[in-house]
């Protein structure tokens, strides 16, 4: 492994200890070795931590400090190049050009239908081949802005968020950064302007995980209808551009497909936290830092973006399907429904279809098809976010701090449509609704319909059953650490 030393230059005086650090952009096998330093700090996370605060985060590029994609099993999960075009290529893993998410080119990797040959490096894989495509998410961690969810005023706080690469885990330093707490509700001793780790980095303790780059389609579907089928059969599942969303399914249903997918690769259905750790890398300097665009495609098909000239400021949003009202992935105004504004990014994550996520009101199943024993027994409670069980619809101050709920204040309570008074927050007035004792499953990013109210800061609430506008995302957290329920 090349080692790239962060070069520290330690001049000590009465009055100060200065601490320069080289900053190189596109290094992914990056060393730091601090064993014959003198400096008063234990790990690499604390001499980071001394770094941002001396220098400013904004100074500092940590490119450096991306975590390199875990491949697992290399005949399973194959690196990839993708062309403006669409064209998908594979390629080296140590090749330089496969990412450099300084210049918003992030990792993605496929997996092969069976039978499927393993390609050569630099030969073009043909979409037919493919099952599923996947976009690398590295560990961060991120600068609090609201960890009170103190949002119902009138101050806008929507922002590019402060990320740094890093996976090491943020400790307690006060104004600087804070240890994660990982519950619904409880801040621990974090304080806006300080950095921590996203939470969805911690529960499966990786440097980072594979998110679904569309939302999950049914395999073979060739009419929106022949995707509405409430079945677990992992089989059916396709990852990948210009399919129909799987979609009409209750919550145990795409938990159970999601997890029994790749097991070796620790396949599961989205959390809300891994969602945020999207939601916010995408609204950084690191992605498109602004609200993604909206796929508006009413036929529930992946990959799409609203043209400009349809105006997605009402709602409901103007909708069709064809190329008068949107475009596919590989197209310029395909790009802006990314969460890079290219497209390397994730697709989807506004409008579409809405997201569910393995996230819910302790102890209120609603009609999800899971009780206390087919989920909480089951399975490890890593797979899913709870929430505290006295939750209403707009008790913001029971987020997970990372989750992309509780932070996106302020909200505030008016009609967009129709005669409904909904909760929105103040990050382009996306609905906020929270989870309650009833509609007790989280979902996110809104159906091709929301227009002005959908966005990767969407959140809303459904009950847990069956539903047509319902569909969902898988994540692999990589090496399989629960070989067993």
């Not at 403006?84 to 997996?111: H, L, M, Q």
């Amino acid at each position: 492994m090349k080692k790239v030393i962060l070069g520290i230059l330690i001049g000590l005086s009465l009055s100060a200890i200065s601490v320069v650090a080289l900053n190189l952009c596109n290094a992914k096998d990056i060393e730091y070795n601090a064993s014959d330093i003198n400096w008063d700090v234990d790990t690499v996370s604390d001499a980071l931590n001394d770094l941002y605060k001396s220098k400013g985060s904004n100074t500092n590029d940590s490119c450096n400090n991306v975590a390199e994609p875990n491949l697992g099993n290399e005949e399973k999960i194959i690196p990839v190049i993708i062309d403006d075009n669409g064209t998908v290529t594979k390629v080296n893993k140590n090749n330089p050009n496969w990412y450099n998410y300084c210049e918003k080119k992030w990792a993605n990797a496929v997996i092969l239908n069976d039978s499927v040959p393993i390609p050569n490096d630099n030969q073009a894989i043909e979409m037919i081949n493919i099952e599923s495509m996947f976009v690398w998410i590295p560990k961060y961690k991120y600068k609090l802005w609201n960890v009170n969810s103190t949002g119902k005023d009138s101050i806008e706080q929507k922002h590019s968020i402060d990320i740094v690469f890093d996976t090491t885990n943020t400790i307690e330093k006060n104004g600087v950064s804070c240890e994660t707490p990982m519950e619904s509700g409880n801040i621990g001793n974090c304080s806006n302007g300080e950095y921590m780790t996203h939470p969805a980095f911690i529960s499966f303790d990786v440097d980072g995980f594979w998110v679904g780059k569309f939302e999950t389609g049914y395999k073979n579907a060739t009419t929106t209808a022949q995707a509405q089928v409430s079945s677990n059969d992992p089989s059916y599942i396709v990852v990948k551009p210009n399919a129909f969303s799987w979609r009409n399914n209750p919550v145990k249903n795409m938990f159970e497909a999601a997890y029994d997918y790749e097991r070796d690769l620790d396949s599961h259905m989205m959390k809300n936290t891994e969602w945020g750790a999207v939601a916010y890398l995408s609204h950084s300097k690191y992605g498109i830092d602004r609200e993604i665009n909206i796929n508006n495609k009413s036929s529930y098909k992946t990959g799409y973006s609203a043209l400009p000239s349809t105006n997605q400021q009402t709602f409901p949003g103007i909708t069709g399907d064809d190329n008068s009202y949107n475009q596919q992935w590989n197209t310029n105004v395909g790009y802006i429904a990314s969460t890079t504004g290219n497209i390397t990014g994730v697709y989807d994550m506004s409008g579409g279809a809405f997201d569910t996520m393995a996230s819910y009101t302790f102890g209120k199943y609603g009609n999800s098809g899971f009780n206390s024993t087919l989920l909480n027994d089951m399975y490890n409670d890593d797979y899913y976010d709870v929430y505290n069980a006295n939750s209403t619809g707009d008790s913001y101050q029971y987020m997970i701090l990372g989750d992309a709920t509780g932070e996106m204040g302020p909200f505030r309570q008016y009609v967009t449509g129709g005669s409904s008074n909904d909760f929105h927050n103040g990050w382009y007035g996306d609905i906020a609704y929270f989870i309650d004792s009833s509609n007790s499953w989280f979902r996110r990013g809104g159906p091709y319909t929301d227009g002005s109210n959908g966005g990767q800061f969407e959140f809303n609430r459904h009950s847990g059953a069956l539903e047509a506008s319902n569909g969902f995302r898988i994540v692999l957290a990589g090496e399989n650490k629960h070989p067993t329920n």
